[in-house]
């Protein structure tokens, strides 16, 4: 193999290596997400754990995060729980911070 051939496959297993992680990520952040949103709709314990788990699977309808973002506004809005779409993404955003430092700290361990 030539150096330009390791090199192309280092960079293939470093995109996919990233990939990875950013599913990991999105998927953990969506996770903390219904948790946050189910504590708004006062569910505890294993009903909040099953409504965080039906936030995750609505990533699965379309590509981006429209999906999460309108389950969780429409869940809300339902219950009488003012919320807003920009505070919705904010936390969002928040949140996929805390889910790469919870997936750094595991990789560590």
Known sequence: MTTFDDRDQA???????DN????????????????????????????????????????FEEAGDDDVLRKVLRDLTDAGVSAKREELRHEMDRLLGEAKKQLMMENKS
């Open 20 to 59: 990875e992680l950013q599913f990991k990520a999105v998927a953990r952040r969506n996770k903390l997400f219904g948790l946050w949103a189910a504590a708004l709709l006062h569910k505890k314990g294993e009903a909040a754990d099953e409504y965080a788990k039906e936030v995750v699977l609505a990533d």
């Open 11 to 17: 960079f293939e297993k470093k995109f996919a290596h």
